[in-house]
T-cell receptor
Framework: AQKVTQAQTEISVVEKEDVTLDCVYE???????LFWYKQPPSGELVFLIR??????QNEISGRYSWNFQKSTSSFNFTITASQVVDSAVYFC?????????????FGAGTQVVVTP | NAGVTQTPKFQVLKTGQSMTLQCAQD?????MSWYRQDPGMGLRLIHY???????DQGEVPNGYNVSRSTTEDFPLRLLSAAPSQTSVYFC????????????FGPGTRLTVT
């Protein structure tokens, strides 16, 4: 069963609009980590952020912000004032303590298209 | 440091051919893994290794073999390629902490005709 769900397949925005990517996860572990990775058109996977299950403090880093809510099992990601360079596929991933050595379980990804 | 390197970048095989995708890392990471990426499915774990001499199956291991004779190298072998194995393959490494970020190689785009 899919443990990480990214329901949005593609989001298209015009430059300077905000875009929020949804991620819903499923786990029985009390200790787990959530990740966001970015895959630009060049194809490499770029690590963006890691959050552990005990830290629900939301974070802002430049134009990026993350909203982690255990009550709804969600770890959403927002790009403020989007730019063309933000065009990429964004993956949410889960690592569970009981699942041995950090096996990442990825969502299907959300394609973000930012047009000028 | 080169990080995680993969060769080749592109490969075209005919059905039934065999080949090995190479992966190496220079970060002295214990944990290495192989993922395949298919449209609409994210990345799925093929095989992983928690150290030299230790490997295990991931979510989609059929048709692939691995071995880990050194900490640095983790090759992925396709014994008899099938069109269903057309995909982009990523190798990754991380420390032995489940919370550590994984460092990914640049990927190998494989087409099986």
């Amino acid at each position: 069963a899919q443990k990480v769900t990214q329901a949005q397949t593609e989001i298209s925005v015009v430059e300077k609009e905000d875009v929020t990517l949804d991620c819903v996860y499923e786990t029985r572990d009390t200790t787990y980590y959530l990740f966001w990775y970015k895959q630009p058109p060049s194809g490499e996977l770029v690590f963006l952020i890691r959050r552990n299950s005990f830290d629900e403090q939301n974070e802002i880093s430049g134009r990026y912000s993350w909203n982690f809510q255990k009550s709804t099992s969600s770890f959403n990601f927002t790009i403020t004032a989007s730019q063309v360079v933000d065009s990429a596929v964004y993956f949410c991933a889960l690592s569970e303590e009981t699942d041995s050595w950090g096996k990442l379980q990825f969502g299907a990804g959300t394609q973000v298209v930012v047009t000028p | 440091n080169a990080g995680v390197t993969q060769t080749p970048k592109f490969q075209v095989l005919k059905t039934g051919q065999s080949m090995t995708l190479q992966c190496a890392q220079d970060m002295n990471h214990e944990y290495m893994s192989w993922y395949r990426q298919d449209p609409g499915m994210g990345l799925r774990l093929i095989h992983y290794s928690v150290g030299a001499g230790i490997t295990d199956q991931g979510e989609v291991p059929n048709g692939y073999n691995v071995s880990r004779s050194t900490t640095e190298d983790f090759p992925l072998r396709l014994l008899s390629a099938a069109p269903s194995q057309t995909s982009v393959y990523f190798c990754a490494s991380s420390s032995d902490k489940f919370w550590d970020e994984q460092y990914f190689g640049p990927g190998t785009r494989l087409t099986v005709t």
